[in-house]
């Protein structure tokens, strides 16, 4: 069974540190995933990719490897509801989780936002982010990665015939 792999959005990702310390804590290894070149830390557990410069290079590369027993970090809607389908835990760097049970009514209100903006009746954008946000975050992500490791040693043991 392969470890879990954390798979960072990394372009507008604003925990990209903490992550890195929750990471090596656990030793689990990273995948820093943009569009383009992004500096990260010398070290073997984490993996730069530069996924091109295409629209969705960096979803699409998140979401064709990304799945059961995976952590993918991202505030992106449409790859974490790609994630979510595929097995992964999803979390928001705001420390909010992706479910099954919340992706159809997230990506409901971010296509009418959208349209809205479209539309002229919407102006500003997100909050921004807190101190809060980022301690909800590492929260989550540590409680995720807990979950993860419980449930994979509670998996009998596959049989060596």
């Not at 604003?14 to 995948?31: F, M």
């Not at 971010?110 to 909800?136: C, H, I, Q, W």
Request: proline letters at 7%; one cysteine or more.
């Amino acid at each position: 069974m392969n470890p879990t792999r954390i798979y960072v959005d990394a372009d507008a990702c604003p925990v990209k540190d903490e992550i890195y310390r929750v990471a090596t804590r656990h030793g689990l290894p990273v995948s820093v995933v943009a569009g383009n070149f992004i500096r990260v830390p010398q070290d073997p557990l984490i993996e730069r990719i530069a996924a091109g410069s295409g629209m969705d290079a960096a979803d699409d590369w998140i979401a064709e490897r990304a799945g059961q027993g995976d952590i993918v970090i991202t505030s992106d809607i449409p790859l974490a509801s790609r994630c979510v389908k595929s097995g992964a835990e999803v979390i928001a760097p705001n420390g909010k989780p992706f479910t099954e049970q919340s992706i159809g009514m997230t990506l409901a209100v971010r296509n009418l936002m959208t349209d809205l903006r479209s539309s002229g009746e919407v102006t500003g954008g997100p909050k921004s982010y807190s101190p809060r946000d980022r301690s909800a975050f590492l929260s989550a992500l540590d409680q995720t990665i807990r979950r993860i490791q419980r449930q994979r040693a509670q998996q009998p043991a596959p049989n060596q015939g």
